[in-house]
C-alpha cells in the first residue's frame, strides 16, 4: 500500500504558466514533506520542504502547500520554464527524535514544459 | 565540485550472481542512505549509516543484502544470489548529519540488470 501518492504520472504546460503537482499521502504521522527533481542520469536533488506547522513554504518560483486535514501537499511552479521539465517526487517522512530519515517517496510526475 | 558519486554506473549480472555496488559520499558528510529505485516508482529506502554503524537497516528486503561502511565514509551495498527483481536504480545519498532538516544529495545511481 502506497503511503505517498502521485496520481499524475506526467504534466504538460505551456511555458510561462503555472505547474501544479499534487501529492497525497495515508499515514497521519508524517509531518516533514519535501519535493525533490530528477533530471534522467542524475541522482533526485532537492527542491524545497515544508513542515506540518505551516500551510506553505515560498521560494522562488516554487510554492508549497500543506492541507493537513486532507493530506494533500502540491507544489506550484510559477512561470513554468522549460529548464523544469523533469521528474518530482514527492517525500515524507516521520520525525524520529530529529534523526533520520526513512523518507518515503512517491512515484513521481513527469513534468513537460513546452515552449 | 565533490558530490555523490557511485560506481559502477551500469552493473549486468546473471541471476545467482554477487555483486558489490559503491558509494562515495560528500566529504564529511556523516549520514549515508542507500536507496533503491525500481521502474515507475519513487526511490525506495534501504539503509542508512551514521558514521560506521548501521543505524536503520528497515529497509532492506531480505538478507541477501547487506552494506558496510568500514571507515565511516565509502559505503559498499553487497547483493548476494541476484534475481531478476533485483534490476533497479540503487541510489546513494548523504547528509551532513542524521536529520530530517539537513539536506540529503543523491548520487547518479548504479543500474543493475540481473538477466
Known amino acids: 500500500d502506497q503511503q505517498v501518492k502521485q496520481n499524475s504520472p506526467s504534466l504538460s504546460v505551456q511555458e510561462g504558466r503555472i505547474s501544479i503537482l499534487n501529492c497525497d499521502y495515508t499515514?497521519?504521522?508524517?509531518?516533514?514533506f519535501l519535493w525533490y527533481k530528477k533530471y534522467p542520469a542524475e541522482g533526485p536533488t532537492f527542491l524545497i520542504s515544508?513542515?506540518?506547522?505551516?500551510d506553505k513554504n515560498e521560494d522562488g518560483r516554487f510554492t508549497v502547500f500543506l492541507n493537513k486535514s486532507a493530506k494533500h501537499l502540491s507544489l506550484h511552479i510559477v512561470p513554468s520554464q522549460p529548464g523544469d521539465s523533469a521528474v518530482y517526487f514527492c517525500?515524507?517522512?516521520?520525525?524520529?527524535?530529529?534523526?533520520?530519515?526513512?523518507?518515503?517517496f512517491g512515484p513521481g510526475t513527469r513534468l513537460s514544459v513546452l515552449p | 565540485g565533490a558530490g555523490v558519486s557511485q560506481t559502477p554506473s551500469n552493473k549486468v549480472t546473471e541471476k545467482g550472481k554477487y555483486v558489490e555496488l559503491r558509494c562515495d559520499p560528500i566529504?564529511?558528510?556523516?549520514?549515508l542512505y542507500w536507496y533503491r529505485q525500481s521502474l515507475g516508482q519513487g526511490p525506495e529506502f534501504l539503509i542508512y549509516?551514521?558514521?560506521?554503524?548501521?543505524?536503520?537497516d528497515s529497509g532492506l528486503p531480505n538478507d541477501r543484502f547487506f552494506a558496510v561502511r568500514p571507515e565511516g565514509s565509502v559505503s559498499t551495498l553487497k547483493i548476494q544470489r541476484t534475481e531478476r527483481g533485483d534490476s533497479a536504480v540503487y541510489l546513494c545519498?548523504?547528509?551532513?548529519?542524521?536529520?530530517?532538516?539537513?539536506?540529503?544529495?543523491f548520487g547518479p545511481g548504479t543500474r543493475l540488470t540481473v538477466l
Open positions: 545519498a548523504s547528509s551532513l548529519a542524521p536529520s530530517t532538516y539537513n539536506e540529503q544529495f
Open positions: 499515514n497521519s504521522m508524517f509531518d516533514y
Open positions: 515544508i513542515s506540518s506547522i505551516k
Open positions: 517525500a515524507a517522512s516521520a520525525l524520529k527524535d530529529n534523526y533520520g530519515q526513512n523518507f518515503v
Open positions: 566529504s564529511g558528510h556523516t549520514a
Open positions: 549509516f551514521q558514521g560506521t554503524g548501521a543505524a536503520d
